[in-house]
């Protein structure tokens, strides 16, 4: 009995050393900056769906309001054995680079993200490649809580925005977790059914609606969810991410933002620019 376990463990082995180079992924992470202020999370799954197997995969993650700069990052990605970054459009972003490895047709990569910023955050995700394109850009915002004075809740305005140049995308499973607590793992975050339909942005369009809480949450979480499907065709990206609320800081000359009632979602389409 011992004999045979003992050659099907050999067996098990030798099948393992045969694997495919491409099959035998690894991690890489990279970070730069200082990693001190207000800390932005999101964990997205890419699907390699371009080509029989691809090398390298590149993108920018970047916040987009003039007065908010980045501080510092730390970037992770599943399936790759080198990676490198550096600083990206004058200070409010980073490049990010995976590269040495040769990942296979029909394959999800994770990709988590740490971004410390000045102040209050947005996040975007843009110029995925692989060999070729990836995914199109896009980005979100949340506002800071602003009181209703009808309903006496605190509204968090929450946008999502297609960057993309040229393809549009289907956005499906929105859904919300305003919290105190906080998750090492945006995927272990629970969530509710999503509230809202399933829509498609073109470029430059935008969606948006309001969160409620009944009170500021500072100190707190806004986590959320989201797929992201290209409609020329491919696989969804899913997305989790964290916004921490932070009170506003009297230096920063901050936007004013319109409250838009108690409504529980808002669905409105327009042009961003």
């Known amino acids: ?28 992470a990279t970070e730069g900056g200082v990693q001190e202020g207000t800390l932005v999370r999101q964990t997205f799954k890419i699907h390699q769906d371009k080509a029989p197997y691809v090398t390298d995969l590149h993108f920018n993650i970047t916040q987009k309001e003039p007065w908010i700069l980045v501080n510092g990052w730390r970037v992770k990605i599943s399936g790759f054995a080198n990676s490198s970054s550096y600083a990206h459009d004058d200070g409010h972003g980073a490049q990010i680079n995976a590269y040495g490895a040769k990942i296979p047709y029909c394959t999800w990569i994770t990709i988590e993200v740490d971004f410390w910023l000045t102040d209050w955050n947005t996040l975007r995700i843009s110029d995925v490649v692989w060999t070729i394109k990836a995914i199109p850009s896009s980005g979100w915002t949340l506002d800071y809580p602003v009181l209703d004075p009808g309903s006496g809740k605190w509204l968090h305005k929450f946008s999502i925005t297609n960057d993309d140049e040229t393809d549009s995308f289907n956005v499906s499973g929105l859904t919300f977790n305003a919290s105190k607590d906080w998750y090492d793992n945006l995927t272990d975050v629970s969530f ?70 108690s409504v529980a979602g808002i669905l409105a389409l327009f042009g961003l620019e």
Do not use: C, R
């Open 1 to 28: 009995m011992k004999t045979k376990q003992l050659g099907l463990l050999m067996v098990s082995m030798i099948a393992i050393l045969m694997l495919p180079a491409g099959l035998a992924l690894a991690d890489t």
């Open 192 to 261: 509710q059914s999503p509230p809202y339909p399933d829509f498609v942005l073109k470029p430059g369009e935008s969606w948006q609606t309001d969160i409620s809480t009944p009170e500021p949450l500072y100190g707190g979480h806004i986590y959320f969810k989201y797929n992201i499907t290209d409609i020329n065709g491919g696989d969804p990206v899913n997305n989790w991410a964290d916004h921490p609320i932070v009170p506003v800081k009297e230096a920063v000359d901050a936007p004013e933002t319109t409250s838009f009632g």
